[in-house]
C-alpha cells in the first residue's frame, strides 16, 4: 500500500511529491512518458540549448523556498533580458518599463496616453464576468488592449482576449479593480502591478530541473496510469505494469487525461474536463549569422498583421548559451491552424517574418508541435473549480493539480503545490 500515488511527472506532479516526500509520505509518481518533465522539454541541438516548451520562469520568494527544499540551484537571466519590445508598424519599440517612458514611448499615441490617465475614474463593472478585452478597453482603452495586453496574452497564454476570462485568467489585475476601484490606484498602493519576482532557468536549462526531482523520486517511467477507482478505504490504481493501492491519490495529469481517469468515479467529469480547450503552439528554433538586437526578445500585436505571436533572443537571455538563437511561436488561440500545416511551411512562414521585421537570414533548427500546449481559461471557467472541488469532496482522498487550475506558468504550478501538499498530509 501506498501512501500517495502521484499521476504525472510534470512539474505539478513533481513538486507535490517532493514536498510529501520531505514530509516523510512514501510517495510514487507514475508517468507515461519515457522522460520526466512533461511540458518542460530541453534538447541540444548543434550546441544551441534548444527550451522546447517553457523558456524561463519567474521565480519569486515561494519559487525561491521551494528550489532551496528541492536543493538545486537557479540561473538568473541577464540584466539585458529586462529590455523587450513590441513590433508597431515595421518597427521593434522598446516596451515602456517606467511611468516617465511610458509617456515618451512612442508605442501608444497621445489619446491613448490621455484615455489611460482617466482609468482611476472609471467605476467598477457591474458584470458578472468579463472577457480582457471587454476589461481592459472599459478600463484603459482600446489601443492599450491591443499594442500592451493582447500581446502580452499571447505570450503567456497563446490566448484570444475575446474569449479569456478577467477573473480566471488574470485573476491579479481583476483583484486589484475589485479591491481599489482601479489598477493605477492599486499598483500604487501595493508598489507593483505584475507578481514581481526574477526570471531563472538552470545550468542545462529547464529540463534539468524535472529531472533534478525526479532523481529524488521514485517515478516510475513508461507506465501509463488507465483508471483509477475506490476499494473500501484506498484506491486503486490500474497502470500499464500492474494494479497498486493508494491511501491518496494526487491527478496531476492533463484535464483531459484526469477526466479520463475519473470515469469511473463520476462520468460528467469525464466529459467536463474534456471539454477544456488548449490552445496549440508552433515552436520553431532557427539560428541566424546576422546581429540581433539586445534583450529578450519580442511581441507582435495581432493588429500587425503577422503569423509569428513573438520571438525570444534566447541566447541574450542567461550566461553562457550559444549565440544567435531564435526561439519563434506560431500558432494560438488566434490561429490554431498552424499546427496542422507542414513543416516546409511553416518554415517559409518564419522566415519571410523574420527577414520583414528583424532583416535577417535564418537557418531552421527545429519545429515542435504541441497540439494541445495551454488551457484557456475562458469565460465560464469557473465551473471547472468548481467541479475539481466538488470531486475532491465527494471522494476524500482524491486531489486534482495541473495547469488547468490556478495557474499556468510553471511558477504557479509549484506555488500551488504547497498548498495541496499541506492538503494531502491533513488527510493522511
Ligand atoms: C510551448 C510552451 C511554452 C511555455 N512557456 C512557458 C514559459 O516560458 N514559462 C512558464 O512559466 N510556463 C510556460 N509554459 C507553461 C508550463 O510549461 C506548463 O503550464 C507546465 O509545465 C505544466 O505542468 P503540469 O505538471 O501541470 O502539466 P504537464 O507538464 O502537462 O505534465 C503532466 C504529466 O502527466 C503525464 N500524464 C498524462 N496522463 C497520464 C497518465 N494517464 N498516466 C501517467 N502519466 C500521465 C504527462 O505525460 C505529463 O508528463 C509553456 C507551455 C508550453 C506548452
Same mark, same amino acid.
Given at each position: ?6 499521476? /504525472? ?79 508597431? $508598424? ?53 489601443? %492599450? ?21 478577467? $477573473? ?11 479591491? %481599489? ?5 492599486? !499598483? ?59 491511501? !491518496? ?29 488548449? !490552445? ?16 529578450? /526578445? ?6 500587425? /498583421? ?65 497540439? $494541445? ?9 469557473? $465551473? ?45
Amino acid at each position: 500500500m501506498i501512501d500517495v500515488a502521484v499521476v /504525472g511527472a510534470g512539474i505539478s506532479g513533481l513538486s507535490v511529491a517532493l514536498r510529501l516526500q520531505k514530509a516523510g509520505v512514501n510517495v510514487k509518481v507514475f508517468e507515461k512518458e519515457e522522460k520526466v518533465g512533461g511540458n518542460i522539454q530541453t534538447e541540444e541541438i548543434e550546441g544551441f540549448l534548444c527550451e522546447l516548451g517553457p523558456q524561463t520562469i519567474l521565480a519569486d520568494k515561494k519559487v525561491e523556498e521551494f528550489l532551496s527544499l528541492a536543493g538545486i540551484k537557479p540561473l538568473y537571466a541577464k540584466e539585458e533580458a529586462k529590455i523587450r519590445y513590441i513590433y508597431k $508598424k515595421g518597427k521593434l519599440v522598446p516596451l515602456p518599463m517606467s511611468p516617465l517612458s511610458f509617456l515618451t514611448s512612442p508605442l501608444l499615441s497621445l489619446s491613448a496616453k490621455l484615455r489611460v490617465l482617466k482609468e482611476p475614474f472609471i467605476p467598477k463593472s457591474i458584470k458578472k464576468e468579463e472577457s480582457i478585452a471587454e476589461f481592459v478597453k472599459r478600463r484603459l482603452g482600446q489601443e %492599450f488592449l491591443d499594442y500592451i495586453v493582447e500581446p502580452f496574452v499571447s505570450g503567456v497564454y497563446a490566448g484570444d482576449v475575446n474569449k479569456l476570462s478577467v $477573473k480566471y485568467a488574470v485573476r491579479r489585475v481583476y483583484e486589484l479593480e475589485q479591491r %481599489f476601484g482601479s489598477l493605477i490606484k492599486g !499598483a500604487i498602493k501595493l508598489k507593483a502591478l505584475g507578481p514581481g519576482g526574477r526570471l531563472i532557468s538552470f545550468e542545462g536549462g529547464n529540463h534539468t530541473l524535472p529531472s533534478h526531482l525526479a532523481k529524488a523520486l521514485d517515478v516510475d517511467v513508461e507506465n501509463v496510469v488507465l483508471k483509477i477507482r475506490r476499494k473500501d478505504d484506498h484506491f486503486v490504481i490500474d497502470s500499464r505494469k500492474g494494479k497498486f493501492s493508494a491511501r !491518496a491519490v494526487v491527478i496531476s495529469a492533463p484535464a483531459t487525461s484526469a477526466g479520463y481517469l475519473l470515469r469511473e468515479l463520476s462520468w460528467s467529469a469525464a466529459q467536463e474536463f474534456d471539454s477544456i480547450y488548449y !490552445a496549440p503552439v508552433v515552436v520553431v528554433h532557427a539560428h541566424t549569422r546576422d546581429s540581433i538586437p539586445p534583450g529578450f /526578445g519580442f511581441l507582435v500585436p495581432r493588429k500587425e /498583421g503577422k503569423r509569428i505571436l513573438g520571438v525570444l533572443f534566447s541566447s541574450n537571455i542567461f550566461e553562457g548559451r550559444k549565440g544567435n538563437l531564435l526561439t519563434i511561436y506560431l500558432g494560438g488561440a488566434t490561429d490554431p491552424q498552424v499546427v496542422e500545416e507542414d513543416d516546409d511551411l511553416i518554415s517559409a512562414t518564419v522566415e519571410k517574418e523574420l527577414k520583414e521585421i528583424l532583416g535577417v537570414d535564418v537557418n531552421i533548427l527545429k519545429i515542435t508541435k504541441w497540439k $494541445k500546449a495551454i488551457p484557456q481559461y475562458n469565460l465560464g471557467y469557473g $465551473k471547472f473549480y468548481e467541479l475539481a472541488e466538488t470531486l475532491e469532496k465527494e471522494h476524500p482522498g482524491l486531489f486534482l493539480t495541473g495547469n488547468y487550475l490556478k495557474g499556468v506558468s510553471v511558477a504557479d504550478c509549484i506555488r500551488n503545490s504547497e498548498d495541496l501538499a499541506n492538503r494531502v498530509l491533513e488527510f493522511l
